[in-house]
């Protein structure tokens, strides 16, 4: 057990550098066309995922009473956005293939600023002491997601058909580590997760079902950018939730409920991609 925690962070690290390098092989001046033909539409897809998420997470907590590790899990990732794999389960489901990639960009760089008002609020509701700099923000967002979508983006524009080449094999290749990082999680934090009971992981599927819901309703007319936006709206990034829970030197039973919560959360967006493939696919509006 002790030797699968130690490789339990440079394997996430791993993974998560390899899913954003393969999507960044795939980034071209096409995404920002994309977003420039809405704007109004980027902005509604922001706000659903900065507010009500959150919003709903809190009032959860509230409603059933729930406190401590569990409840500080739940909010924590709530006020999370961006998780480095949303944008390769946006397109999985179908959504918009030059918007997607642009939108979550966007999340991601909003991060920066609204995680931290997010963590000074969530401190005043709920009466603790909590902070967290933009400066750490940036610095996990940027060498968690920037740096490899900004080298496969590179790769992309300087020799295009050896990107073409390497993409889809970067892309298995991702895929077997998400699985074996999954693995290592389940192994590693399973019996604490048990421990702390199930609250986290229907916390998650409650939450995520409304937020695929909210996300869809700020999309717009699209079909595949409300796909989109109904994604980005509920994945939620376990990487910044940590973050915030080790700056302010959280109980470790936190990462356990985080862990619980994305465990309810990826249950639902696997069953929201099943039902999306099983749709006809609609006709994107240009």
């Known amino acids: 057990m002790n030797s699968l925690s130690a490789w339990l962070a440079p394997l996430a690290a791993a993974t998560i550098f390899a899913v954003m390098l393969s999507l960044g092989l795939l980034l071209g001046r096409e995404h920002l066309a994309a977003v420039a033909k809405r704007r109004m539409v980027l902005a509604a897809v922001l706000f659903s995922v900065v507010v009500p998420v959150p919003a709903l997470a809190v009032l959860v907590v509230k409603m059933w009473g729930l406190k401590g590790p569990v409840a500080a899990g739940i909010v924590l990732m709530a006020i999370s956005p961006g998780a480095p794999v949303a944008l390769r389960r946006a397109i999985d489901a179908g959504g918009h293939p030059e918007f997607a990639p642009a939108l979550h960009l966007a999340i991601v760089m909003l991060a920066v600023v609204t995680v931290p008002i997010s963590v000074a609020i969530m401190a005043a509701i709920f009466s603790v002491q909590a902070v967290l700099s933009p400066l750490d923000v940036a610095r996990q967002v940027f060498f968690a997601q920037f740096l490899p979508l900004g080298l496969g983006a590179l790769v992309r524009t300087r020799w295009p058909a050896w990107a073409a080449w390497l993409a889809p094999k970067l892309t298995r290749i991702s895929n077997l580590m998400l699985i074996a990082l999954l693995l290592v999680c389940v192994v590693v934090l399973g019996p604490a997760v048990v421990r702390l009971g199930w609250a986290p992981a229907i916390s ?57 919560y994305a465990l309810g959360l990826a249950a639902t967006v696997i069953a929201f991609i099943a039902w999306r493939r099983r749709r006809p696919p609609a006709p994107a509006l240009r």
């Open 204 to 260: 998650g599927v409650g939450v995520t079902a409304f937020a695929l819901l909210i996300g869809r309703a700020f999309g717009g007319r699209d079909p595949s950018v409300r796909t989109a936006a109904a994604i980005a709206a509920a994945m939620r990034n376990p990487g910044l939730a940590l973050l915030i829970a080790t700056v302010n030197r959280f109980p470790a039973a936190v990462t356990a409920a985080v862990f619980g």
